[in-house]
Structure formats: structure tokens, C-alpha cells
């Protein structure tokens, strides 16, 4: 894995520290003087590290940012997104949402937008309503679906992972395979080492790092 997003992290304020195996963690949290429940960060590995220009930026505790410089002279803008559950108040989904938004709409048009999230949301099936985003979900969709699916639509993001068709272990059906620039999403199954009621998403997508430009003597 070069990059990931990470939720739940319960941190204390903002920073980074370099963990074994050739990652370093970045996190962002409220203080800590405060009840800290959520919290989302990023783990990359150095060699990425090593070719940023500019460290993750945390939002709050629910979204983080991260600004690439590409290998062809493009630029991409990956968020780590944690959404209040089903349950949560009203108030909180929606200023959430409406930081998701303030994100999204000043990113340059240029950029390629990754967005790893946990939206808490069933999406559902409905591609006929949802014409682009996706196909191939699970069920009907919830009330957090419609609001994932609404912001999609608004800044015409894909959700991957129900738009590959892959066999289902229990159902044994198909799922559809499209989408451009991303090969593959899928859960990895058996990835966690600890208690978590998380699941691993991977996305492999062909997209390059750029060196960083060394300056002349």
C-alpha cells in the first residue's frame, strides 16, 4: 500500500510521526484537552514522503488533505474523509458535508481528486437515478447514500468500488469492471491485525509521484 487513509485515529492536534516498515503516519484530531472519539489521518510510505513538497493539511477531525505533484506535469488532491455515522445529528452531517464541499470546490480543475473515505453510507443500486456514479452497489440506498450520492453528483466524482464487476463470495455473482485511470477496488479481506469493525478498501489507480526538482549549484 503507498498511500492510506485512516479513521478513528484518536490523536491529539496535528503531526506526523515515522513508524516501522518504512511509513510515516500523519493525523489530525481535536485537542488534547478534548473528547477524542474520531479523528482521520494518512499513512504513506517515505519514499512518497520524500518526494512531497508539502506535508498533509487536517482540516478538522473528520477531513484531511493531501496535495501530490504528478509525474506528467499534473497535480492530484487526495482527501481523507471520516462521515458521521447513520445515527449522528443532523447538524453534524450536514456541516460536515458542507466542509466536504468548501474542500472540493476550490480545488483547481486541473487536479485529479482521490477521495478515500468512510461515509458510513449504503449507496444502493439505483444507476438509472445516479446515471455515472456507479452500478453495481449493494441493497437500497440510506439516508447518508442519498447525501454521498448528491455530493457526487454535484462534483462529478465516481464511486469506484460499485463499478467493478467482481464475484461476490456468497452470492457468487458478477459485478461490473469500468472506470478510468483506477484498475481495480476491492476489500481486502483478512488485512487488519487488530479489533477494528473496519474494513480495508484498496484502490490501485496509474497515477506516478513526481521527483522532486533538485536545484542547480
Not at 447525501?147 to 455473482?173: A, G, M, W, Y
Request: overall charge positive; hydrophobic content about 40%.
Amino acid at each position: 500500500i503507498d498511500i492510506a487513509a485512516l479513521s478513528e485515529t484518536s490523536r491529539a492536534d496535528e503531526g506526523h510521526l515515522k513508524e516501522r516498515g518504512g511509513y510515516t503516519f500523519f493525523w489530525k484530531g481535536k485537542l488534547a484537552n478534548e473528547r477524542r472519539v474520531h479523528g482521520v489521518g494518512f499513512v504513506l510510505k517515505n519514499q512518497i514522503v520524500s518526494r512531497m513538497t508539502e506535508f498533509p493539511a487536517g482540516i478538522n477531525e473528520r477531513l484531511m488533505t493531501l496535495h501530490l505533484q504528478l509525474a506528467n506535469n499534473s497535480s492530484a488532491t487526495v482527501i481523507s474523509a471520516y462521515a458521521p455515522t447513520l445515527a449522528a445529528e443532523e447538524e453534524q452531517k450536514e456541516q460536515f458535508y458542507a466542509d466536504l464541499d468548501e474542500i472540493l470546490t476550490i480545488i483547481l480543475k486541473e487536479d485529479k481528486i482521490i477521495l478515500l473515505r468512510d461515509f458510513n453510507a449504503r449507496v444502493g443500486r439505483d444507476s438509472n437515478m445516479w446515471r455515472g456514479i456507479g452500478k453495481e452497489g449493494v441493497g437500497k440506498a440510506n439516508p447518508n447514500g442519498i447525501l454521498l450520492l448528491s455530493k457526487c453528483v454535484e462534483h462529478d466524482l465516481v464511486i469506484t468500488n460499485t463499478i467493478f464487476r467482481q464475484q461476490h463470495p456468497c452470492s457468487k455473482r458478477w459485478h461490473l469492471l469500468d472506470c478510468h485511470h483506477v484498475h481495480i477496488t476491492c476489500l481486502m479481506r483478512g488485512a487488519n491485525d487488530c479489533w477494528t469493525d473496519h474494513r480495508l478498501v484498496r484502490s490501485i489507480l496509474s497515477i506516478r509521484v513526481a521527483l522532486k526538482h533538485r536545484k542547480q549549484p
